[in-house]
């Protein structure tokens, strides 16, 4: 299963390289490429104007066909704001938001990351 990810801090990053899982970042200077696999997608949260890319990568090409979920990064301090874009994405493509984590997440979240993953494999 192909990790998706976009950051902009680079807490996101540092979460995704402690799993270990294949993985691809979304950038600003390039959200127009194609994942030919089923793929997870992990995104902090940011206003929409900023998470543009992420949305220009879902629509690109097949992309959509192949997304299975997605996690959300954020910081619990912001209460009911905390991972809002991962629920946007969730609600908007009609996929599932698999997981939740704060800032670059523990040791538990890398292990509960892995987890959802082969979960989402043996589907």
């Known amino acids: 299963m192909k ?3 976009f950051s902009l801090t680079g807490q996101t990053r540092r979460f995704i390289q402690k799993t270990g899982l294949p993985n691809v970042e979304i950038t600003q200077a390039n ?3 194609e994942i030919l696999e089923p793929f997870i997608l992990v ?5 929409e ?3 543009e890319p992420i949305w ?3 629509t690109f090409g097949n992309n959509l066909s192949f997304f299975k979920g997605v996690v959300g990064g954020g910081n619990r301090n912001f209460a009911d704001l905390f991972i809002f874009t991962a629920k946007d994405i969730a609600k ?3 996929v599932p938001l698999l997981y939740e984590f704060e800032f670059s997440g523990t040791t538990m979240d890398v292990e509960n990351m892995k987890k959802v993953v082969r979960e989402i494999e043996f589907k």
């Open 92 to 94: 908007e493509f009609h």
């Open 49 to 51: 104007e900023i998470t």
């Open 31 to 33: 959200p127009f490429f």
């Open 56 to 58: 220009d990568f879902l």
């Open 3 to 5: 990790i998706v990810f």
């Open 43 to 47: 995104v902090p949260t940011y206003d």
